[in-house]
């Protein structure tokens, strides 16, 4: 008989293909170039309520050391109330908090947009009581990332 976590990794798996299979990382293909798709995704995220803590361009980094990286931004967002009900549930929580989302353009040209599963997260801190904040969570960086890359 399977346990509960286990049924639950398994209709994820299911829903979310290898995105979930990548160590909890769901990757979403944009039709915009990393720079537009890293502006639709901030103008969404501020449209929803959420905090845009930073962005990050991790190619101008490189390009400061005289390195080359394809286009790559990281942007890190959050919602408090979202973040304390988590954190509630187990603190350590904080660490993979506020959320974070990389805009980045792969080997073959394709921008991409990537951020942690909530559920990994849940699994990761042992999170158990909270899950209608993860399924809540969940549906809105599926519709979020959906919005900024579609």
């Known amino acids: 008989m399977m346990r509960l976590p286990a049924v639950i990794a398994l209709a ?10 990548s160590h909890g990382i769901v990757t979403v293909q944009s039709g915009f170039s990393v720079e537009e798709t890293a502006d639709r995704l901030e103008a969404v995220l501020e449209r929803k309520g959420m905090t845009v803590f930073n962005r990050i ?30 954190m509630q549930c187990s603190q350590t929580a904080g660490i993979d908090l ?35 904040v993860i399924e809540r969570m969940t549906g809105a960086l599926k519709a979020i990332t959906a919005e900024a890359t579609q």
């Open 12 to 21: 994820l798996l299911t829903a979310f293909g290898p995105a979930l299979a």
């Open 57 to 86: 361009d991790h190619a101008a980094a490189a390009g400061a050391i005289g390195q080359d990286l394809r286009p790559t931004v990281l942007i890190i967002f959050g919602n408090p109330k979202v973040g304390t009900a988590l």
């Open 98 to 132: 506020p959320l974070k989302a990389l805009v980045w353009r792969d080997a073959d040209g394709l921008v991409k947009l990537s951020y942690n599963h909530p559920q990994f997260l849940a699994d990761r801190h042992g999170i158990i009581a909270c899950g209608d």
